[in-house]
């Protein structure tokens, strides 16, 4: 419960500091969403060190290689998307039907580098099943 009210009182803060901060370009609304996904991140951190602390969860083996390939496919989506949205002009100066398809197109792009970024570094389809972690039931 202590936890919850940590966040609370973080997310309060993150929201006053990243919002007043963002007041003048107009982007106030995404500095309370940015706390609100800092906030997030941090809270499930601290809970993830708690309930490993007194035991109440531990990971079976393999959750380290799997993290690593997630992070490895998220950073290669993210990149992919960086470079591909262009500046502003590319997006403001077309046709609505334009706009869609290269939406259409950043969107399916950044499914195949995820997708073929977590093959590359050994993720097969088998590694999502619960089968092969059901003998470690306790």
């Given at each position: ?30 500095g ?22 007194t ?47 290269r ?36």
């Open positions: 419960f202590r936890l919850a009210l940590y966040a609370i009182a973080l997310n309060l803060l993150l929201s006053v500091l990243l919002s007043s901060s963002l007041v003048p370009s107009g982007w106030r609304h995404a309370i969403a940015l706390a609100t996904g800092i906030t997030g991140l941090v809270h499930a951190g601290w809970l993830g060190v708690f309930l490993r602390k035991g109440a969860y531990r990971p079976l083996p393999g959750w380290r290689p799997h993290v690593l390939r997630v992070v490895g496919g998220c950073v290669a989506m993210g990149a992919l998307l960086a470079y591909g949205v262009g500046d502003d002009a590319v997006w403001g100066d077309r046709s609505a039907l334009e706009r869609i398809g939406l259409g197109l950043m969107i399916a792009s950044a499914i195949a580098a995820y997708a073929g970024s977590l093959y590359l570094l050994g993720m097969r389809l088998r590694h999502l099943t619960l089968v092969q972690y059901e003998r470690h039931a306790i």
